[in-house]
């Protein structure tokens, strides 16, 4: 099935379910300033993984070597002295090598992807420097009188040529990555004073950096605030920050406040450690030394790491391939079952099989999930504004069925596969006006909007453990935040197949707040 073709049959599938019952849902947003709306307003390009794209370079360093060792091999040395295995371990150990080589020779930083100079002469004397290491180790092992020096010479200038072509391809990448914005650390700085001042002229001082100051944030209004900091505009309040960043891409939120005033901070993180970007505390300008391995440097600007945003870099990657193959998989295994459901919900009551309702997604953005219409077609409530209880007599024969045992949510195996907005695991997507009683969720419990730092999932930690079904006190919604908070802090791979794998026992022993 393409994926196209699917994401328009689910759209015909619940139109006419959405559209008789769909009421607008409020959203509860701060007024910007015009300043920070003329930041929101730009056109923003998804940013890319510095670490994801050194790794990916070495990779392909490490199999073009290879290739072009094998195929010189293959087409010279084997036709003249049959097939040995000394020579594809050679061929193995130097490209093992020079990639040690060449992240010993620092190479393998994405801003010095950008240059030529610099890279290419220390690409090419960690090339040579392998090789004389191999010839010096070949002479005094006594075995190199055996080795081809035909091939040895067009292994190494074959696979300098490569090098260097790969590297220039890579260069450009990188510049037109550059140039899109993709490889920018987009920060806010938090404090409008002198320090602010400073600590922007800092970074805007460092060369081939990738922060990029978006604007600052203060508080006060007398004259300690400046509405400009080395050229960075004042946006708004710290009460700003937190619209600001669910509006905009923001990679990182910089306090240029001294470490005295901890109370200020503490109030401060209070509100924006449910973001899902990283915080740090700029040391620019501490008198009080801690050790080097204390601090993470912004080029040479210390800072102390506060909050650091979840599953980034190659844990992204790892978890993307886990939903795309493990959900994908899923999918084909749940089809016939899915197949039987529509049947049933189609016979049962008048209405379309699929229902879409708004929820909460990752940094809060809304997101259409798609289930099992388990209601009456009439009686549908996209918006979630009044709570299915035990015997609600809106939910069909077939619903109570499905909503019970969770066959409701096989079509989010769709989201997950073609749409990309859910994961097979993670905090469970709630509906953006889903209450407790007559309060918001948000409102009901603190920091609750931390669990939207990831990707929600169709199953999670909370679920299993039987927080899931019905919220009617306020111990149900504080244990799901805490449970799901929980994974977000302990993540893997392995957590997740564990939770999978735990998912169907959970459902049928603990369901008894499943409506």
Excluded at 163 to 173: F, H, K, P
Excluded at 209 to 221: E, W
Excluded at 353 to 379: A, C, T, W
Excluded at 450 to 473: L, S
């Amino acid at each position: 099935m393409e994926p196209l073709n699917a994401r328009s049959m689910l759209d015909a599938a619940t139109s006419a379910a959405v559209k008789p019952t769909e009421q607008p849902f409020v959203e509860r947003r701060r007024r910007l300033t015009p300043a920070a709306l003329d930041v929101v307003n730009q056109k923003v390009a998804r940013a890319y993984s510095p670490i994801v794209i050194a790794g990916i370079a070495r990779a392909v360093d490490f199999v073009l070597l290879s290739m072009i060792g094998i195929a010189v091999y293959v087409g010279y040395v084997m036709p003249v002295i049959g097939f040995s295995w000394v020579y594809p371990a050679e061929i193995v150990a130097v490209a093992v090598a020079a990639v040690v080589c060449f992240q010993a020779a620092d190479i393998y930083q994405v801003q010095l992807f950008r240059g030529q100079l610099k890279q290419m002469t220390r690409m090419i004397s960690s090339w040579s420097f392998v090789f004389l290491l191999f010839i010096g180790i070949s002479f005094f092992a006594k075995f190199g009188s055996d080795m081809s020096r035909l091939w040895l010479a067009a292994f190494y200038f074959l696979g300098l040529t490569a090098l260097i072509a790969e590297r220039l391809v890579l260069r450009s990448l990188v510049r037109s990555w550059a140039r899109q914005g993709r490889l920018d650390r987009r920060t806010i700085i938090v404090g409008s004073d002198s320090n602010g001042e400073e600590l922007v002229e800092a970074l805007k001082a460092q060369e081939d950096s990738d922060i990029h100051v978006l604007g600052v944030f203060d508080d006060r209004n007398d004259s300690r605030a400046l509405d400009t900091c080395a050229g960075a505009s004042k946006l708004g309040k710290v009460d700003d920050i937190v619209e600001f960043a669910r509006r905009t891409r923001v990679d990182l939120v910089l306090f240029a406040l001294p470490i005295s005033a901890e109370t200020r901070i503490l109030e401060m993180l209070k509100k924006l450690w449910v973001l899902p970007v990283d915080i740090r505390l700029s040391a620019h300008t501490n008198r009080l030394r801690f050790r080097p391995r204390s601090y993470s440097y912004l080029g040479e600007v210390p800072t102390l790491d506060v909050f650091e945003a979840p599953i980034t870099d190659w844990d992204l990657v790892m978890k993307w391939l886990f939903d795309r193959v493990v959900g994908g998989l899923a999918l084909l295994a749940a089809l016939p079952v899915m197949a039987l459901v529509a049947l049933a919900v189609k016979l049962d009551s008048p209405g379309p099989v699929l229902f879409r309702q708004k929820r909460f997604g990752f940094n809060n953005e809304r997101i259409d999930v798609y289930k099992f219409r388990s209601m009456y077609h009439h009686q549908a409530d996209p918006t979630a504004s009044k709570v299915v209880t035990k015997n609600d007599p809106r939910v069909t024969r077939v619903g109570r069925f499905i909503r019970k045992t969770s066959l409701d949510e096989l079509p989010q195996l769709f989201n997950v596969v073609f749409s990309g907005n859910l994961s097979l695991v993670g905090p469970r997507p709630h509906a953006v006006q889903g209450k407790l009683q007559s309060r918001l969720f948000d409102e009901a419990v603190d920091g609750y909007f931390a669990r939207h730092r990831v990707k929600p999932g169709i199953t999670g930690w909370a679920q299993i453990n039987g927080w899931r079904g019905e919220i009617d006190n306020e111990e149900k919604i504080q244990k799901r935040v805490e449970f799901d908070l929980y994974y977000i802090e302990n993540w893997s791979v392995l957590f997740d197949l564990v939770i999978l794998l735990k998912t169907p026992l959970s459902l049928l022993t603990k369901n008894e707040n499943a409506y």
